[in-house]
């Protein structure tokens, strides 16, 4: 016992040391990306290859990267709310949470509201994030003191935002088997053809 109260005194000391050292540590941001030479690809190269050919994950880092000024990608809140829609539009239900903040940064409730709403609409088979969408809306309501008829218009919205998305994947589906069902000799003649100068 003697030997336990001894080696806590001791840690006590040691912690009780090193705080105002800690608290003399200044935050740093991360430095701006620079290529050293034009040759240099970006550092998230092959994730924004990834997000581009559709990959919803990376199309969501794409997102974060650009909501931060992160991964040499600049500070860019329209290209991060482009790329979260994106991903969110293909079914990466955690975007609509960080689309939703990025309107609570830019102190639009109401949009914030739809962003939420449309999680708590998506997330079907998990019910904790379901949940933690509904908590988030219902305390920015509050916090907010969101008036009704900007609700109503935020709901108009989500709705408007869904069957735009349907419209586009449908599009996007139909694209997909047109090129599956394209026959075979016009696949071939066209990837031999010669270019045109």
Not at 133 to 148: C, F, S
Request: hydrophobic share 40%.
């Amino acid at each position: 016992m003697r030997n336990f109260l001894t080696i806590t005194l001791c840690l006590s000391a040691l912690l009780l040391a090193s705080l105002p050292a800690a608290a003399e540590l200044k935050y740093y941001p991360d430095p701006v990306y620079k290529k050293l030479s034009e040759d240099d690809p970006l550092p998230m190269a092959d994730v924004l290859a990834l997000a581009g050919k559709g990959d919803v994950r990376a199309q969501f880092i794409m997102g974060d990267l650009y909501a931060k000024g992160k991964g040499g990608m600049p500070l860019d809140l329209s290209e991060a709310r482009r790329w979260f829609e994106l991903s969110a539009m293909h079914g990466y239900n955690h975007s609509f949470i960080r689309l939703a903040a990025l309107a609570k940064r830019e102190n639009k409730p109401a949009e914030a509201w739809q962003w939420y709403t449309l999680a708590v609409w998506s997330y079907d088979h998990d019910a904790a994030e379901r949940q933690y969408a509904r908590d988030a809306r219902d305390a920015l309501v509050e916090a907010a003191k969101i008036p009704k008829d900007d609700l109503r218009r935020a709901k108009k919205s989500a709705l408007a935002w869904e069957n735009e998305r349907d419209k586009i994947l449908s599009a996007e589906k139909k694209s997909v088997r047109k090129k599956e069902n394209e026959p075979e000799d016009s696949k071939t003649m066209t990837a031999g053809a010669p270019e045109h100068e």
